[in-house]
């Protein structure tokens, strides 16, 4: 495996964290323009209402307001899958913080005031916010305009094998329910648009959003324009974490709005309207069981899954992709099941938040793997270690896995932790271990046409490499990663190569950030553009040094011939000589990479993606009987990157989605209260804080992926699946008691532990004391 | 000659024309940004004076200011031609305007105030601000450091054939002298930089500057920067004109101005300061003598020329290139010779302004050509077409003229302007007909290593079609231009075709705009790229139709197969059906395209540009004789633009340097006194107004160039060089004495007008009357 490289490899600080740090990043709310207006959303109050009537009469007498539009007054078509959403509500209110009418005004006080004076009258309608009783017969049917039977938008059903014979066949049947909260990204910066119209009616949209080409189309079909005439620029992202993926009602608003005004408008998201208008993690309710011989052989799994994905659906809907993959492939299961149903209910609705279905997929399967080893009287590690994944495996779905380092990652985090010595030895300081591992892609998904993205470089007389890529910076550090893997292809220095990416009338396509794919997917986009960059720059440079191109080497910008100490050329040189004569030209190359990928099939069988990440997570936490409280004392963490680009940036990814997956597994929670969230702020949702963060400590375990770039996978969202899963595991170790449902917050574990909730057990090789058995 | 384009030769309006007619451009000084500083400039009041001593400490005391700068505490380098100039003057203040120190504050009148606190403490030196005096022994020297004879910074000189035996074959020699003001591109935007640097030390500047890869170089030169680390970016210009080409202190200043500041600043020039501060149209004397035989073959022309370039040199000191090809290559001359210094003078210095050189030089060649015609007692028009250059001509330095439509342009505007009937018939009403022509580089003009520009071509999902080009839009329509020919030659409709041309990070590089050559070169570029794109498009169609992509063709974005009406594709189509789909791809495609030219050689001689523009106009005028006022009457005006990619654009360009040309022949004029411009305003300038520009008849004469783009050859120029000389000859024709400068202005008529100033005839075929000899 090479190590030898300049550039790759190196633990190298954001190029964008200075100005970030420094105050000096020019977020979308920090811009400043000319007739700029402020935008502000009327939302229902109700979780489920009839509209009445609209009367925006009074705001549009109110000086300073320019444009109030309402469903009666504008041209909007429906969106979102299956086009069941429309921007602003015509006809029936489903969720509390439903659009339904929008104002602009010149400053964000007569918007209020504005909004204050629009009257709506609304019928209120019987709501339903829990997904089992909208499921039940005779529950409010929340989209009537559909044809649906109980309130069931999407159903995802997998199987394979003899689910029957391998029940028959297993020694050991656990099984048990796990849930997840309603959740929310909570980046620091909340979704803001800015949207305008120039003379000729060409549209800008200034959005923080992950999928601009997608976004972009979107926009053109939803309000009947042509696309060909939307450019959409990407300001520096404050954070997303999923929660800017999709396009939510108020980007329409925008755009709705500066057309009506004649004006740019912009949107800024109050925190509380974060928290009730933009897109949350959806509540997905496991009844799982698991069989396994004697010996420890997984012979199937069986998921019975409820999405709760709210009152729309977006991306959200489609979180069961994700969940699928670890029910049917997380360690070698032969037989699986899943029958799940995604349900609309009185709630905000759900997005794609990192990870994406899969920490509460994870939660569920890894409680029931040590659950399943205890009843084997197994250690959990040698269970995980003996179902393993491993290269050249290809799962029930048809995933293929090559690189794998899943048995590697196990073995890090139990040495790394004191595992053998500690785990299941604390229980009377209150204190435990447990693990977690998991799969998830890290070579793209494609879940559109393409999973592409394009590339474009060129080398001006400075010898400034431009690459010009398809991806988006959200913070997840992929202009560093680009950056480096251009050097380091091209052979020159890291400050010589500059990423753009904010624009798409510049940049080439690209299907948009999600599934951990930028690395993978435009990372090996901008090393084939920089390969043949290269070879167009040797070709110079061997007409200089009058050596054949093949037999010169260039690094750190130094174009050299092996063991001609003295035969060598700077680059810049190179390019200025092919530049600055008659018959000049410049080095412009260009490359598109769309993994070799498959959509899965109606049976959810297809190669999703090139390369799977794996990893694996041991937390240690002690806890307070008396109040419950839950502190996690460390965390190990070891995934399989397959190649670090940058080491110093994998680990943050993993630190910063470990922290979020502490947040999700302890505190993070959007209780609904009569279809409100009664506290939607960051104090009570329970977003942790560095004091909450416990010592992680992460291994980066180097499988070098046959077709990542220099080897390397998708690790955006492998860090916060499994801190659910291995806490929990954890709090089982330390009190015995099985937490079914994360945040596990103090009083619910103490609930837990009055009752004494234990792992279920429906078949046992050996007899079994009651408490195991209910 | 192909005429049937579908979008080649379509009068379209400018793409940024509804934008700017409406108000919503943001040009440099609209940009709002947190944190912005306003910068001011010290000047000095004298015309040359030593700088004793700058005392900021006052200045720098004020609250609100950030940052005071002067020599004494700033790192700078000289910069300009010859590197004869430095930022903040060091030592010597050499014009009224020179940069002493500078600034920034939170704002303009705490920047203002700021600046009345600096002490400077000057020795006045002797000053001298005419050309000629400068010349003389003993005249006060104004760079003392440079080893200079007598202020003469470069000296021009060109000679070809036998000059005394082409005298002595000549029966007619006219001689005289020609002079020119002082003049200013007086852009309705004045100069203005922005420049800050991020927290990496990397810098951005905004900048409306023509030459934005050369403009990077510099800046970098002089200030020590990495030039890698420089991004300029160029908003809408608000007009140039050629005086936004250079870089000029301020634009060094800002950058530094931003280094001491920490923040980033804003330089905008007040109006006073865009005429005393930024570059001027150099003066420049010409004394010309001009032989032919009787049967009127031109035999010499012989010119000694001085330039007043003012104090420093930029490349206004190469306005004598291209003077030199008016004086060597306008009409078939065979001996030439040409003497020419360009003088240091104590005023504000000269740099590249539109026609550059050529109005100043055919003011004299197409004088002198009426006069000889006169002397002859040929009709002028005759004498020039009897001379006129043809398709095939190498002339005495090398250019290479192959499309040439001179003699149509003559023909035409001899035709339209009733030239036969009416010339030297109007003398009882003052009234007169007066002709010029012009040769112009049209082909880009290779002044630097490379004349080249790149080109780079992606399109999306919608079918928009990006081209992002090296080329710089300062509203002379390029943009315009380029879109229509990356339509046409990719058959798409015009509005997929978007442009993007103002960033360094993302555009490819390109010289700069100058030489009327940003269609011509660009032009080509695009259209390569484009060519290269539409093979992609036709050969990913040829699968979807089943035919060869040779045997396909696309109009208006429909792809079909000639003589098959059924079998037809939408472009859009195709590009989606390769991006949706595994192993999917777009369209990304590049070109470079230098121009087959020379630099040329140290004799003056090679072919410089890749093709020549000819013109040729008819002005009628009448005087006033009580007050000397010349009224304009018409101008008829015949160009060979090769091929009008944009008649509307072309007869705009034409339209609008003639009314500048009007300007400069009436009324423009910035007269010193005392080393100072007494009224640095756009009324006492003479800007002429919309009520002074004359009806114009403009025919646009297609000679198809061979390597133009669709036959495209420069026209940005063209305009502005003939009014002066073709007024001049119509005020001849109309009242019978010879104006020997412009502006005509009424005072200077009338003094001609009462001295009977004639034209001076050396050698006659005939007896002449005495009133001719002189």
């Given at each position: ?16 964290a ?22 502000a ?5 109700h ?24 469903a ?5 078509r429906?969106f ?6 429309i921007p ?12 339904v ?23 209120l ?15 409010p ?5 559909l ?21 028959q ?21 909340t ?5 305008g ?5 060409d ?17 053109a079909?939803?309000?009947g ?22 396009i939510d ?14 004006r740019?408008v ?8 974060e928290f ?41 809907s ?7 993959n670890?029910v ?10 899943l ?26 399967v ?36 090559t ?26 300081q ?15 998904a ?32 992929s ?41 993978f ?15 167009e ?28 100490p ?12 092919r530049?600055l ?8 190359t ?12 109606e049976n ?28 996690v ?8 990157v ?48 560095t ?15 046959e ?31 099985r ?29 079994v ?6």
């Amino acid at each position: 495996m090479r190590s030898d490289y300049a550039v790759v490899g190196k633990r190298i600080p954001k190029l964008d964290a200075p100005d970030k740090v420094t105050g000096r990043t020019v977020y979308a709310d920090d811009l400043k323009m000319s007739g700029l207006l402020t935008g502000a959303i009327k939302r229902s109050p109700h979780p489920h209402a009839r509209i009445l009537s609209v009367d925006v009469s009074a705001a549009e007498a109110l000086p300073g307001v320019y444009a109030v539009i309402h469903a009666g007054n504008v041209t909007q078509r429906p969106f979102g899958f299956g086009h069941d959403n429309i921007p602003l509500k015509d006809r029936v209110a489903r969720c509390v913080g439903d659009e339904v009418a929008a104002v602009a005004a010149v400053d964000a006080a007569t918007a209020q005031r504005a909004l204050d004076l629009i009257r709506v009258d609304y019928e209120l309608l019987p709501a339903v916010d829990d997904p089992f009783e909208a499921l039940q017969p005779g529950a409010p049917r929340i989209h009537d305009e559909l044809d649906i039977e109980g309130n069931v938008s999407m159903e995802w059903n997998f199987q394979t094998g003899d689910l029957a014979e391998a029940e028959q066949r297993s020694a050991v049947i656990v099984s048990g329910s796990y849930s997840s909260p309603q959740a929310a990204p909570a980046p620091i910066e909340t979704h803001v648009v800015i949207a305008g119209f120039d003379a000729d009616g060409d549209l800008e949209v200034i959005s923080p959003v992950h999928m601009v080409f997608m976004y972009r189309k979107e926009l053109a079909d939803c309000l009947g324009l042509d696309w060909r005439r939307i450019t959409v620029r990407q300001p520096p992202v404050g954070g997303s974490f999923g929660g800017k993926i999709d396009i939510d009602a108020h980007d329409f608003i925008a755009v709705m709005l500066a057309r009506a005004a004649r004006r740019p408008v912009k949107l800024a998201m109050s925190r509380e309207e974060e928290f009730t208008g933009t897109r949350t993690r959806q509540p997905i309710h496991f009844r799982l069981r698991t069989g396994a011989a004697a010996d420890g052989t997984l012979l199937f799994r069986h998921a019975e899954v409820v999405s709760d994905n709210g009152a729309y659906n977006a991306w959200g809907s489609h979180a069961l992709l994700v969940a699928m993959n670890t029910v049917t492939s997380m360690y070698r299961v032969g037989t699986s099941r899943l029958a799940a149903k995604v349900v609309y209910t009185n709630k905000n609705y759900g997005g794609s938040v990192r990870g994406f279905g899969n920490p509460q997929a994870t939660f569920a399967v890894e409680q029931q793997m040590e659950e399943l080893a205890d009843v084997l009287g197994m250690d959990p590690m040698d269970l995980r270690l003996k179902n393993a994944n491993r290269p050249g495996d290809v799962t029930p779905q048809g995933l293929e896995i090559t690189s794998c380092g899943l048995s590697e990652c196990l073995e890090t985090v139990r040495r790394k932790s004191g595992w053998d010595q500690r785990r299941g030895r604390m229980r009377r300081q209150h204190r435990g271990l447990g693990a977690a591992a998991y799969v998830h892609v890290g070579g793209g998904a494609r879940i559109y046409g393409s999973d592409g993205c394009g590339a474009m470089i060129k080398i001006d007389d400075s010898g400034r490499v431009a690459l010009i890529s398809g991806s988006s910076e959200l913070g997840q550090g992929s202009e560093t990663a680009l950056a480096m893997i251009v050097a380091e292809t091209l052979g020159v220095p890291l400050e010589a190569v500059s990423v753009s990416h904010d624009d798409t009338d510049v940049k080439p396509w690209d299907v948009g950030v999600h599934a951990s794919r930028t690395t993978f997917v435009a990372g090996n986009a901008a090393r084939m553009a920089a390969a043949k960059a290269r070879d167009e720059l040797l070709e110079g440079a061997a007409e200089v040094l009058d050596r054949p191109a093949r037999s010169l080497t260039i690094r750190d910008g130094v174009i050299s011939v092996p063991g001609e100490p003295t035969a060598t050329l700077r680059y810049e040189k190179a390019v200025r000589r092919r530049l600055l004569r008659e018959g000049s030209s410049i080095i412009m190359t260009s490359a598109f990479y769309d993994p070799p990928t498959q959509r899965q099939d109606e049976n959810y069988v297809g190669n999703i993606s090139a390369s799977y990440g794996f990893g694996a997570h041991v937390a240690e936490i002690e806890v307070d009987p008396d109040t419950g409280m839950v502190r996690v004392l460390g965390l190990w963490a070891a995934h399989d990157v397959g190649r670090a680009i940058n080491p110093m940036s994998c680990e943050g990814q993993i630190e910063g989605g470990a922290v979020m997956g502490v947040g999700l597994a302890l505190s993070e929670e959007l209780p609904v209260e009569d279809g409100r969230f009664p506290a939607p702020n960051l104090h009570d949702y329970g977003m942790p804080t560095t004091m909450d963060a416990p010592p992680i400590d992460v291994t980066l375990i180097e499988t070098a992926d046959e077709l990542g770039p220099f080897g390397a996978k998708g690790i955006g969202e492998g860090g916060i699946i499994l801190p659910p899963a291995a806490i929990a595991n954890a709090v089982a170790d330390a009190v015995g008691v099985r937490p079914r449902s994360y945040p596990i917050r103090p009083w619910k574990l103490r609930r837990w532990i009055e009752t004494g909730e234990r792992s279920h057990v429906d078949k046992h090789p050996h007899p079994v004391p009651d408490e195991n058995a209910r």
